[in-house]
Structures are given as structure tokens and as C-alpha cells.
């Protein structure tokens, strides 16, 4: 993670739901958190290939930052983070 790692969630932008490096002037997420909810982030596939504009920008797999819920996202405590992420494999898939 860099300071200058976001995700483009502008639906009517070329970018829509990829990263994207900062400054970006269209709508968008910066994925360096001060909560370092996203010290720990895996992309899933959602809304992927094909893109489509307006069905959702990024399903990410990341820590938990204490919140009680999350905007679509998967997250969890860095102790269970660490118990999966030793258990998969280079090829590990992700089913939701």
C-alpha cells in the first residue's frame, strides 16, 4: 500500500472500479487509512469483467477498523486475517 493507491469508484469514468494512482479528480476511494483498515485488502472479482456502470465498484477482503459494519466489503480482525491467509495458497479462489 502506497499513499498515492486509490480506487476509482466514478461510474462514468474509463477507471470505474479499478485502481487508480492519486491526485484523481473523478469520485474515488483512498486506500491509504489512517484506521489501517486496508493494510490487509484483496480485491474480489465483483463487478469486474465486464464492468457495468452503476452495479458496484469494489468488494474488498480487508482488516476491520472497529466499525461495526462495512459498505459491501468482507472484513475481519488481523489475528482471523493472518489464520486464513496461512491456509491459502497462491491459487486460492474466494466465493461469496
Not at 79 to 89: A, D, F, K, S
Amino acid at each position: 500500500m502506497t499513499r498515492n493507491l486509490g480506487w476509482c469508484d466514478a461510474p462514468d469514468d474509463f477507471h470505474y472500479n479499478r485502481p487508480i494512482t492519486l491526485p484523481f479528480k473523478p469520485s474515488h476511494e483512498v486506500l491509504w487509512r489512517d484506521d489501517q483498515a486496508y493494510d490487509i485488502v484483496i480485491t474480489t472479482n465483483h463487478n469486474e469483467r465486464p464492468r457495468k456502470l452503476g452495479a458496484g465498484s469494489a468488494i474488498f477482503f480487508h482488516l476491520t477498523n472497529g466499525a461495526s459494519g462495512t459498505a459491501g466489503c468482507i472484513a475481519l480482525s488481523a489475528q482471523h486475517m493472518r489464520l486464513i491467509l496461512q491456509r491459502c495458497g497462491r491459487n486460492a479462489v474466494l466465493v461469496i
